[in-house]
């Protein structure tokens, strides 16, 4: 019996005649961390859209939590955070107007919001959270939206390309981040197309053209498919899927 | 051949760039290395004359560059950061057209473009419009437009970004043979795993340079040691237990199943832990940049 | 010279691969002469006027004649005990019962004779501009076929708009001709302000600046171009005008597209100015709608006479190009006027367009060499 969070069995997703997500079938386990892997185009969005319910399915099935996406849309969603490096914010508001409006949209009381702006001002510094998003820095750019998304205490966080763009030393603050998180037991699923950052997932999945063409932690991939690194690993598995 | 001395830029309240001073070494591969707004597109904007520094001196071959930019862009290329072609134009109306615009001479160009096509794999595509290819090819395309003018200086601006991760690692065996021709080609990424493809590295933060000097050099005098450990038990037990004798340079982070301790010093804080492995790791170019960007934080905080 | 030739290709491959945006080039044109042609009409056959007539005289009788001996205007006098003050007549302004009142001076008859300028005083009911407008032009249309039977009192009645006539007095004659101004400076800089803004924003105009090409041939490359474009859109529309409205185009065609020629310079040159300027796309589309329909429209004389305008948008008309070319296309088509009757106009537009073109070639130097 799998102790998946999330459960994906065969899921399908076409826009006309093009299959961005063929048939794919993988799933999440409670509170690990998944690295969702991807050359652009490969149906990762596709994917984390299907999962938040906002695009529908076109075949298969997505289990959260024992509920299926088709029938207890609202409700997953309630368990699910969303974030993005590129779309989370409004560039133009400042950090506390964008964390008062998704708290806002939370439903939380003005206490509980006002306690979230207090949270907000230890996190960053409190001379820029009056400052237009668009004007920070990617990486505390980055930082308020990983706090937005955590606004409704979610139990999974889906992150979109959390860390294009960030440097070096904000991408390894973040991920030191998202350990802290997992180890009060979220579960997070992370897609990225830098191969060398799969290493500080628990698991992988990568895709390509809409299949999934590996899966597995990668230290043990590594060593199963005999490779020096995920990144030869990757290679291969591609050209392998390009021949098939 | 092309030298920047304290090049300084602003825009508006941002400072772009402070007291930048850099040379691209002839025919080998130098990597700009930062983060978004880091400054990187603006240092090769102000060494093709697309803006004006506020202060500082450019010269080609010891020769100040003062207004006549031409003398630059003369022989260089430029891939801008985003894709800059005419996306309704196929893919060799667009070679054609930047041909054209750069006097490439057109007998030279069509044995030349012929070559770059084939080159790239892209010759099957030669008719389908540009905004209609991958990321991938896109990358090539604007890189094969740069080549028919034959430049000498190659000036690329996060060429993979947005590119996915195989198309990555053909672009950069195109790089290394356009090396091989004796170009000087300069590359900015926000990427440390890709810089690891350089000669020659800056790193770049606000505007300022951190570290900058050769890639191998660099990599021969790391000034600390990196060891990378698979506890036995809980990893935040650990982090715990090391935080309690953590000393002056001493860091540590979490890498999937993998606790990393940057040491300074030894690894005499590694003693008596619970660990099923312990190893030690060459450094990236990533460990290289924090290790820097840290020292550059205290020596700020120092002033 | 040899870097034209690669833009203006290029350019026109631009044109041809991108239908909708063409479609929407030489549908909105044709949308707007059928709004202007069909569902606004602007002509009136039932105007009540009161008159009040001081003068009493035969030459005010004769004025009264004038007004009345057509199908346009229909008197509504006060019954024979009603009040005949010039209160009682605002009233029934007031009330709608009239549309305007016609004021004739009681010294109207002597002071003319005498050769004394002397005013004729109308109000009209301003609650509906358009056809207060109308109303404003028929008087004077009236009043000026009543001069026109006498010899040199022209000074006198002191009035100094001219109407072209246009003897049916239907609006379509008169609003297509306008609209072919307005749209055609419209289209021409909303083309080029579009190409260059488009190539600012995806940066491929940074390829085109640091190549050797020089910046005249960028801008030429580009004019060429889309003048084309801007042919086939006027075409279009006098084609529509002559056939669909049937309107007399009486004058040459070679002269017409002569002139249309340095208007759309002029629009083009408009265009690539305020693409300069405008930081995107979107901004350098809202401008140049802004800057092109809106004066072309109220203060070119396409609407309003410009004498009806106050003295500073009078002033203001003499900038737009489209009051030039609106005199020269509308003696053409109607009057099949030659070039001698519009030359003063057709110079200041030519010299509008030399010095417009000059700007934008300056101003995207300018933004080349930034660093120079």
Redesign the interface.
């Known amino acids: 019996m799998s102790n998946n969070i999330i459960e994906i069995k065969n899921l399908v997703k076409k826009f006309g005649r093009f299959t961005a997500v063929n048939s794919i079938s993988f799933g999440i386990r409670e509170g690990e961390i998944l690295g969702f892997l991807g050359p652009n185009g490969a149906g990762k969005t596709t994917t984390i859209k299907m999962i938040m319910g906002l695009i529908n399915i076109t075949e298969g099935e997505i289990i959260v939590d024992g509920m299926d996406i088709v029938t207890h849309r609202k409700k997953i969603k309630d368990k699910l955070g969303y974030m993005s490096q590129k779309f989370s914010l409004y560039p133009k508001l400042n950090a506390r107007e964008n964390v008062e409006f998704f708290a806002g949209i939370s439903g939380l009381s003005r206490d509980k919001v006002n306690n979230k702006i207090a949270e907000l001002k230890e996190i960053i510094h409190p001379d820029i959270i009056e400052k237009s998003v668009e004007n920070l820095p990617p990486g505390i750019k980055q930082k308020v939206a990983l706090f937005a998304s955590l606004i409704p205490d979610p139990e999974i966080l889906l992150l979109d390309e959390p860390t294009s763009g960030v440097d070096p030393k904000m991408r390894r603050n973040f991920w030191q981040d998202i350990y802290e998180l997992k180890k009060i037991g979220k579960t997070i699923l992370v897609t990225t197309h830098n191969i060398d950052e799969v290493e500080y997932a628990d698991r992988i999945v990568i895709l390509h053209r809409g299949n999934i063409i590996v899966e597995g932690e990668p230290a043990n991939l590594v060593r199963e498919y005999d490779v020096d690194s995920v990144e030869t690993l990757f290679k291969e598995a591609v050209k392998k899927n390009e021949r098939d | 051949m092309i030298r920047l001395d304290n090049i300084s830029k602003a825009y508006e309240a941002v400072q772009a760039l402070s007291d930048i001073s850099i040379s691209f070494p002839r025919s080998k591969t130098t990597i700009i290395a930062?983060?978004?707004?880091?400054g990187k597109s603006t240092i090769f904007?102000?060494i093709?004359?697309?803006?004006?520094?506020d202060s500082g001196k450019i010269y080609i071959n010891e020769d100040e560059v003062r207004?006549?930019?031409?003398k630059i862009?003369?022989i260089?290329g430029?891939m801008?950061?985003?894709?800059?072609?005419?996306?309704?134009?196929t893919v060799e109306?667009n070679l054609?057209?930047?041909a054209?615009?750069?006097?490439v001479p057109f007998k030279r160009r069509e044995s030349l473009k012929i070559r770059l096509l084939e080159n790239t794999g892209m010759i099957n595509f030669r008719n389908r419009?540009a905004g209609a290819l991958?990321?991938?090819m896109k990358q090539k395309l604007s890189l094969s437009?740069i080549l028919l003018s034959s430049p000498e200086l190659i000036f690329l601006d996060e060429p993979t970004?947005?590119?996915?991760?195989?198309?990555r690692?053909e672009f950069f065996r195109i790089i290394d043979m356009l090396k091989e021709e004796g170009k000087t080609i300069v590359i900015s990424t926000?990427?440390?795993?890709e810089a690891e493809n350089g000669d020659h590295i800056i790193f770049l933060?606000?505007g300022r340079i951190i570290k900058k000097g050769d890639i191998a050099e660099l990599k021969r005098n790391v000034p600390f040691r990196l060891w990378r450990i698979l506890p036995k038990g809980n990893?935040?037990e650990l982090i715990k237990k090391l935080k309690g004798k953590n000393s002056e340079g001493e860091n540590f982070?979490?890498?999937?199943?993998y606790l990393n301790f940057i040491g300074k010093h030894g690894d005499g804080a590694l003693d008596h832990i619970d660990a099923i492995e312990i190893s030690e790791q060459k450094p990236a170019l990533?460990d290289i940049?924090?290790y820097y960007?840290?020292e550059e934080v205290k020596g700020d905080a120092g002033l | 010279m040899k870097g034209i030739k690669p833009i203006t290709r290029k350019e026109l491959h631009h044109i041809l691969r991108d239908p909708k945006s063409l479609i929407i080039i030489f549908m909105m044109p044709v949308f707007m002469v059928f709004i202007y042609g069909y569902a606004i009409s602007f002509d009136l056959n039932n105007i009540n006027i009161g008159i009040v007539d001081n003068s009493g005289s035969d030459l005010s009788a004769k004025l009264v004649g004038k007004f009345l001996n057509n199908k346009y205007f229909t008197l509504v006098g006060p019954q024979i005990n009603e009040d005949r003050s010039i209160e009682a007549y605002e009233r029934r302004l007031k009330s709608g019962e009239i549309d305007e009142i016609m004021i004739i001076p009681h010294d109207f008859s002597k002071k003319i004779k005498n050769r004394i300028p002397v005013d004729i005083g109308f109000v009209i009911d301003g609650s509906d501009s358009n056809t207060a407008n109308i109303i404003y032009q028929y008087n004077e249309m009236i009043l000026f076929s009543f001069i026109g039977e006498f010899q040199n009192i022209e000074d006198i009645l002191q009035i100094k708009t001219k109407i072209y006539f246009n003897p049916e007095l239907k609006s379509t004659y008169f609003f297509i001709p306008g609209i072919i101004a307005v749209l055609l400076l419209m289209v021409s800089a909303l083309l080029t302000s579009l190409s260059i803004s488009r190539e600012k924003e995806t940066g491929s105009i940074d390829l085109i600046f640091i190549s050797p090409i020089k910046s005249y041939e960028i801008i030429i490359g580009k004019t060429i171009a889309y003048i084309f474009v801007a042919f086939a859109v006027e075409s279009i529309i006098l084609l529509l005008a002559r056939f669909w409205f049937g309107i007399p185009i009486e004058g040459n065609l070679i002269v017409l597209f002569a002139f249309s020629l340095i208007y759309i310079f002029t629009g083009l040159s408009l265009g690539i100015v305020i693409s300069i300027a405008a930081p995107d796309q979107k901004t350098s589309m809202l401008g140049t709608l802004l800057i092109t329909i809106l004066p072309s429209i109220m203060l070119s004389g396409f609407i309003f006479p410009i004498t009806s305008l106050g003295e500073v948008l009078r002033w203001t008309s003499n900038i737009i190009p489209a009051t030039y070319f609106l005199k020269i296309i509308r003696s053409v088509v109607l009057k099949g006027a030659s070039i001698s009757d519009f030359l003063v106009d057709g110079l200041i537009l030519t010299l509008m367009s030399i010095v417009l073109i000059f700007i934008a070639v300056k101003k995207f130097s300018k933004l080349r060499k930034i660093a120079g």
């Open positions: 930062g983060a978004d707004g880091a904007r102000i093709l004359g697309l803006e004006k520094a207004k006549d930019f031409s862009t003369r260089s430029f801008p950061e985003r894709f800059s072609l005419y996306t309704d134009l109306e054609d057209f930047f054209d615009i750069n006097n419009r991958s990321g991938g437009s970004t947005g590119v996915d991760p195989l198309s690692i926000p990427y440390l795993d933060k606000n990893i935040f982070f979490i890498k999937g199943k990533e940049y924090m960007e840290s």
